[in-house]
């Protein structure tokens, strides 16, 4: 009887239906507050759907994939990163899109400043903060802005990691102003300035899927879908025409 009981049990193995494990996606730090959103957004649509969600620089998070990191999308602050790992063939062929145009911002937490290009020539917007360039796309924007300016040298730049510890230190008084992501900042009071478009290069963000399992194919074209797109735009992005 017990054999039977086993056997019986070892036959019905196959036909349980196991959960899958949650979608598993990188994103660059400008943008962890819209995909909070997208996640939400999703698995409202989607009862039992889960979305795993790892935040950081893009140059960080692109190393952690070479390395081996075991992810299903990456959502980059950039296209180089995405488009290397497609021409290591590390990525599910054709899924490399762009998700949104970034959108370069100057902020301060301090109210009623005039910020802008006469401002940051005087001096008078130190410590300024920007992100890593090397690791950072918005760094790279930053640094872009910076070079057609005047800078003096009595202004005290601090680099944060990524976007994400760049507002930081802006929020925190560690620097008294500082180039971050206008989605970071578009609700967030203050003093705000947006550098002109021509002064640094389109900060073209793009998505990989690495992983083409069902359910992250799924996400990966719920974030194409009209409705994210709508998402993507109010919070403070640019789209591409499809």
Same mark, same amino acid.
């Given at each position: 009887?017990?054999?039977?009981?086993c056997?019986? =049990?070892?036959?019905?193995?196959?036909?349980?239906?196991?959960?899958?494990?949650?979608?598993?996606?990188a994103?660059?730090?400008?943008?962890?507050?819209?995909?909070?959103?997208?996640? &939400?957004?999703y698995?409202?649509?989607?009862?039992?759907?889960?979305?795993?969600?790892?935040?950081?620089s893009?140059?960080?998070?692109?190393?952690?994939?070479?390395?081996?990191?075991? =992810?299903?999308?990456?959502?980059?602050?950039?296209?180089?990163?995405?488009?290397?790992?497609?021409?290591?063939?590390?990525?599910?062929?054709?899924?490399?899109?762009t998700?949104?145009?970034?959108?370069?911002?100057?902020?301060?937490?301090?109210?009623?400043?005039?910020?802008?290009?006469?401002?940051?020539?005087?001096?008078?917007?130190?410590?300024?903060?920007?992100?890593?360039?090397?690791?950072?796309?918005?760094?790279?924007?930053?640094? &872009?802005?910076?070079?057609?300016?005047?800078?003096?040298?009595?202004?005290?730049?601090?680099?944060?990691?990524?976007?994400?510890?760049?507002?930081?230190?802006?929020?925190?008084?560690?620097?008294?102003?500082?180039?971050?992501?206008?989605?970071?900042?578009?609700?967030?009071?203050?003093?705000?300035?947006?550098?002109? &478009?021509?002064?640094?290069?389109?900060?073209?963000?793009?998505?990989?899927?690495?992983d083409?399992?069902?359910?992250?194919?799924?996400?990966?074209?719920?974030?194409?879908?009209?409705a994210?797109?709508?998402?993507?735009? &109010?919070?403070?992005?640019?789209?591409?025409?499809?």
């Amino acid at each position: 009887m017990f054999r039977f009981a086993c056997c019986a =049990l070892l036959m019905a193995l196959p036909l349980l239906a196991w959960p899958e494990a949650p979608v598993r996606v990188a994103v660059a730090a400008n943008f962890a507050g819209p995909m909070r959103q997208l996640v &939400a957004d999703y698995q409202s649509r989607h009862t039992g759907a889960e979305v795993a969600v790892s935040v950081g620089s893009t140059g960080k998070l692109y190393a952690q994939i070479r390395q081996g990191a075991p =992810l299903d999308l990456f959502l980059a602050a950039d296209e180089a990163r995405p488009r290397q790992l497609e021409q290591q063939q590390r990525i599910v062929a054709g899924s490399r899109r762009t998700y949104a145009l970034g959108v370069l911002a100057l902020w301060s937490r301090e109210p009623g400043l005039a910020l802008g290009a006469a401002l940051l020539n005087g001096g008078e917007l130190t410590p300024l903060a920007l992100a890593n360039a090397r690791t950072a796309p918005y760094g790279g924007a930053a640094e &872009a802005v910076l070079a057609t300016l005047a800078l003096p040298e009595s202004v005290t730049l601090v680099r944060g990691e990524n976007v994400g510890q760049t507002f930081q230190f802006i929020q925190s008084g560690a620097a008294r102003a500082g180039f971050v992501a206008l989605s970071q900042v578009r609700e967030a009071g203050g003093s705000l300035w947006l550098p002109p &478009a021509e002064s640094y290069p389109p900060i073209r963000q793009q998505a990989v899927l690495l992983d083409d399992r069902p359910a992250a194919r799924a996400f990966y074209d719920f974030l194409f879908s009209d409705a994210a797109r709508q998402r993507i735009e &109010a919070a403070g992005y640019r789209l591409e025409t499809p």
